[in-house]
């Protein structure tokens, strides 16, 4: 078929049309959901929401819009993630702007920002003085920042191209002037700085378990990002007492953690000696998804 021929056909592809075909395309290379995923790319070229194709289903796309479509499609096919082919993710109330640079933000983290919230509002502080560890597309520290306008929130990640990404998002959601974004191995930039909160997502994929994902996670998240080494720990024994030193006594510390995780990182809070017992809170699944403890002692 000559570049003619493909063109005349592509104008007379309806949006109904191309839905149908890439649809199919995605089914038959294994994507959970096909049809969702080709309206939501389909969109993007459009630059219009998915409402507005239900609404004209019969609308003809141009040959580039036909084009530009297909290449989405068939980079979705080999399982790239929406979510960088539209370089944005919907968290919280939110559009966080994306790139492979950083893990794409999950409704799982919700559940740490959540407990957050509850333990601030519920200490009466109004203004409290946060640091996330690992913040990669800097979901976690914005949100902090947003829900509280008094506060201060300093957002740390050891890949300059994560910065850059969290960078964009803080100007994005406007709160520049109350996060300080610093390049740091969990503390090593940090000086004698104290917080009331230390919040964090970190990577606790056991360094086997990676090539067992999901192709979309595996073949394109940041490893930097999900790989906690040989039992999944790695970070979180040098986080869980480097934390301590930047805590104010009563200040909570926050993480995430992976299934099956809970046991272990509360034993190594209770090493430690210095904070209190281990609480584990569930997420809407029941699984064990964040852990919280609080400085207590001088260890």
């Known amino acids: 078929m000559n570049g003619k021929t493909a063109a005349r056909n592509a ?9 149908n075909g890439s649809a199919e395309r995605l089914r038959l290379a294994g994507v959970a959901s096909p049809r969702l995923d080709a309206e939501v790319l389909l969109a993007q070229v459009l630059g219009v929401g998915r ?15 036909a084009e530009a479509g297909r290449a989405l499609i068939e980079r979705r096919s080999k399982r790239e993630p929406v979510s960088y082919l539209v370089g944005q993710k919907g968290f919280w109330d939110l559009d966080f702007f994306v790139t492979s640079h950083v893990l794409i933000p999950r409704p799982e983290t919700e559940i740490l920002l959540e407990r957050f919230i509850q333990t601030a509002r519920a200490a009466e502080t109004l203004a409290p003085n946060v640091l996330d560890v690992g913040t990669g597309s800097g979901n976690i520290a914005v949100v902090a920042a947003r829900e509280f306008p008094a506060g201060r929130v300093t957002a740390m990640d050891r890949s300059p191209a994560a910065l ?24 090593s930039a940090l000086g004698e700085s104290a917080f009331d909160f230390i919040l964090s997502n970190p990577p606790y994929i056991a360094s086997g378990a990676l090539a067992h994902l999901m192709a979309d996670v595996k073949d394109y998240e940041p490893a930097l990002a999900l790989d906690g080494g040989e039992d999944g720990l790695d970070i979180y024994r040098r986080l869980i007492p480097g934390a301590w030193g930047h805590l104010r006594e009563g200040g909570s510390l926050i993480l995430e953690i992976g299934m099956e995780q809970a ?14 017992a281990a609480r584990v809170i569930k997420d809407y699944s029941g699984r064990e998804r964040v852990i919280q403890t609080t400085k207590v002692s001088h260890g």
Request: charged residues 25%.
């Open 263 to 276: 046991r272990a990182v509360s034993a190594l809070i209770h090493r430690h000696g210095g904070y209190s």
């Open 164 to 187: 850059q990404v969290a960078r964009e998002n803080v100007r994005r959601h406007g709160v520049g002037g109350r996060v300080r974004l610093i390049g740091s191995d969990l503390f």
């Open 51 to 65: 409402e507005d194709i239900h609404a004209r289903p019969g609308y003809f796309l141009s040959a580039r819009q």
């Open 11 to 19: 104008a007379h592809e309806t949006c109904e049309s191309f839905l």
